[in-house]
Nanobody, 128 residues
Framework: QVQLVESGGGLVQAGGSLRLSCTAS?????????MAWFRQVPGKERAFVAV????????VYADSVKGRFTISRDNAKNTVYLQMNSLEPEDTAVYYC????????????????????WGQGTQVTVSS
């Protein structure tokens, strides 16, 4: 059974940085899987943040985080990271990692319905 465990959330002042981690287990390898971060605030749907592709490692970002966030992965550790710099109060949310069974087509990367596994979420709070 695949499990995802997230860590690294917390409270930070605007302009600060945090690094989130998500480690997958339950399968020998996740090299072909797309690994993504989404975020959710109360009363709103889960929103795409970034994804790092399987079988190649290219990345895609939401416009709201481009230039501030960096997603990366370590296939040897089955782990995906989200380095968040220049944080803004609008970044406050619960952050979730999602992993697909296989590589998704480009048009489906931003839709959480296409990811097969989810972590429990980690709270990120940015104070002004």
């Amino acid at each position: 059974q695949v499990q995802l465990v997230e860590s690294g959330g917390g409270l930070v002042q605007a302009g600060g940085s945090l690094r989130l981690s998500c480690t997958a287990s339950g399968r020998t390898s996740f090299r072909v899987s797309d690994m993504a971060w989404f975020r959710q605030v109360p009363g709103k749907e889960r929103a795409f943040v970034a994804v790092v592709r399987g079988s190649g490692g290219s990345s895609v970002y939401a416009d709201s985080v481009k230039g501030r966030f960096t997603i990366s992965r370590d296939n040897a550790k089955n782990t995906v990271y989200l380095q968040m710099n220049s944080l803004e109060p609008e970044d406050t949310a619960v952050y979730y990692c999602g992993v697909s069974n296989n590589r998704l087509i480009l048009s489906r990367l931003g839709d959480g319905e296409n990811y097969d596994y989810w972590g429990q979420g980690t709270q990120v709070t940015v104070s002004s």
